[in-house]
């Protein structure tokens, strides 16, 4: 069974990374296995743990483990695999120095998103075993960016895969041959936009799969909620849909109205103001017991 797929997000500074942990530290409570993965650069984890965190997972709790996305060491990794692919296609063209292309690549846009699916492909693919995976997510930016890229970058793929089919259909080239009941692709180009497609279509799958939970956070502000309103569209446009709404530091019960009307379809669930630090795997479990009616399942 495939684990669970929980991702945090919102606005900078709303309590994506401390609503995270207090749900995973919940959860682990609860007799599930977690990893929680924090996929925002700043990596405030380390901080509300008050642990040291890297790309191999620690241990937090006694069903808890912690892993930090290295940005840096998976973009390098996304240049070397692109290095790889582009001189095996291109076999036949050695003799050009395509280091001056990488030198520009390593500068290109959207390094970071690719950066942080390459990274995503290889947390679900690593920890199937776990019950839960919980993604505490950048600012709504990247987050948007990294949601939408399984979506364009499909779109893209398709118009390659069909331009080069035109490419052999006026040529009056057979790209594949047949041998026995098997289709052998020979066209390298071709072959490797096919494989791109399917690993694409698997990642879209992902986001849009009944076991993945998108959970919004906000504060209780006009900012907030606009930029929640905002994300929320963005959302719906590529067909990725709101789990559950989270209002952290409330400091009542109420749930505005304009929150309450433009989420009538979501959970909502209101984290309250803490009147204490919650900074430490203790002081989040005091604040798991004193709130223990709010969490998210």
Do not use: C
Request: aromatic share 10%; hydrophobic share 40%.
């Amino acid at each position: 069974m495939k684990p669970e797929l929980q991702f945090f997000i919102g606005k900078g500074g709303v309590g994506k990374s401390t609503t995270s942990a207090i749900t995973s530290v919940h959860l682990s409570r609860n007799s599930h296995d977690i990893l929680l993965v924090s996929m925002d650069p700043a990596h405030n984890q380390r901080d509300i743990f008050q642990q040291d965190f890297g790309e191999k997972p620690q241990r937090a709790g006694n069903q808890l483990v912690v892993k930090e996305v290295n940005v840096d060491y998976w973009i390098e990794k996304y240049l070397k695999e692109t290095e790889k692919t582009i001189k095996q296609t291109y076999s036949y063209e050695s003799a050009f120095n395509l280091q001056n292309y990488f030198n520009v690549l390593q500068f290109s846009p959207g390094l970071e998103e690719y950066a942080l699916l390459l990274a995503f492909e290889n947390i679900i693919h690593t920890f199937k075993d776990k019950d839960i995976i919980i993604f505490d997510m950048a600012p709504t930016a990247l987050t948007l960016r990294f949601f939408s890229l399984p979506f364009i970058t499909l779109i893209w793929l398709d118009e390659l895969l069909k331009l080069r089919n035109q490419i052999y259909a006026k040529k009056e080239i057979i790209s594949k041959i047949k041998i026995g009941r098997r289709e052998i692709e020979q066209d390298k180009v071709k072959a490797k936009l096919e494989h791109l497609i399917y690993n694409y279509e698997h990642l879209r799958d992902h986001f849009i799969s009944n076991a993945t939970k998108i959970n919004l956070v906000m504060n209780h502000d006009r900012l907030s909620f606009s930029e929640a309103f905002r994300i929320k569209k963005k959302l719906k446009d590529i067909g990725i849909n709101i789990e559950t709404i989270i209002i952290n530091k409330a400091q009542s019960k109420e749930v505005p109205d304009e929150v309450r009307n433009e989420f009538n379809n979501q959970k909502i669930a209101l984290f309250p103001l803490s009147s204490k630090s919650i900074l430490g795997y203790k002081a989040l479990n005091e604040y798991i017991d004193e709130n223990n009616e709010i969490f998210l399942e």
